[in-house]
């Protein structure tokens, strides 16, 4: 007569046990917030469901979960999970990433040529893993550069935006020349606003202190407008 005691008894539960799908997928999260969690910033990972039919061996050892260093947040992801005992396995885990920042959007629609100042822009909460053009945080990364090209209202504030130096800046004194049935006069004035080569702005006429119109022509030089 064959015995089945214990020892056999527990030999095949422990053949059989299984991994939770759930704890794959929780390391899969945890490993996509250690990655990209930084200060200032609010991050939502959701782990995408897997296959009930996937029956994993028990893992003796703690899950790994691999993210790439140099992988850039993205919107969808597919993480990695191993275990990394002998005869272990790998399930891939795919899951959606939320990473927001508060970064600038114009508070109004702005002209290639034209400055950013703290009066254009705002701070707003914005997903940045869908902000594929990059995005700006905070003015002193503009530093005095001009826009490259024209922005509509609430637009976010990106490094493709931005273009060189500006040209004039506000306080800049400047040379104003005004052109008329070819006849051109020069004058000394102060620029009240800043730009780069083809924004208007107002400038002061230092001699008899009326303020016009101008667009920036080279670096401080601005043309008076009709």
């Not at 059989?16 to 999260?29: H, P």
């Not at 939320?98 to 629609?109: D, E, G, I, K, S």
């Not at 702005?110 to 990059?134: F, K, M, N, P, Q």
């Not at 990364?141 to 509509?152: D, K, M, N, P, T």
Request: glycine share 12%.
């Amino acid at each position: 007569m064959l015995w089945l005691g214990a020892p056999c008894g527990s030999t095949v539960a422990a053949a059989t046990a299984t991994q939770s799908l759930d704890s794959v997928r929780a390391a899969a999260e945890q490993a996509v917030r250690e990655r990209y969690a930084m200060p200032g910033s609010r991050i939502e990972v959701t782990p995408g469901a897997l296959d009930l039919r996937l029956q994993l061996t028990e893992c003796q050892q703690p899950l790994r979960a691999l993210v790439a260093g140099n992988a850039p947040a993205a919107s969808r992801m597919t993480v990695p999970v191993q275990c990394p005992q002998d005869g272990g396995w790998t399930v891939r885990v795919p899951l959606q990433l939320q990473l927001f920042r508060t970064v600038l959007v114009t508070n109004r629609p702005l002209l290639r040529g034209d400055g950013v100042s703290a009066a254009d822009v705002h701070g707003e909460e914005r997903d940045i893993t869908r902000l594929g053009y990059g995005y700006i945080e905070n003015l002193d990364q503009v530093a005095g550069r001009s826009l490259a090209r024209a922005l509509a209202r609430g637009s976010v504030l990106s490094p493709g935006a931005l273009g060189g130096r500006r040209m004039v800046r506000a306080g800049d004194h400047v040379q104003m020349v005004a052109r008329l049935d070819g006849i051109e006069v020069r004058a000394d004035g102060v620029a009240l606003g800043s730009g780069d080569n083809g924004a208007r702005l107002r400038v002061r006429n230092e001699n008899s202190g009326k303020v016009v119109d101008a667009m920036v022509s080279a670096p401080g030089v601005v043309v008076a407008l009709p």
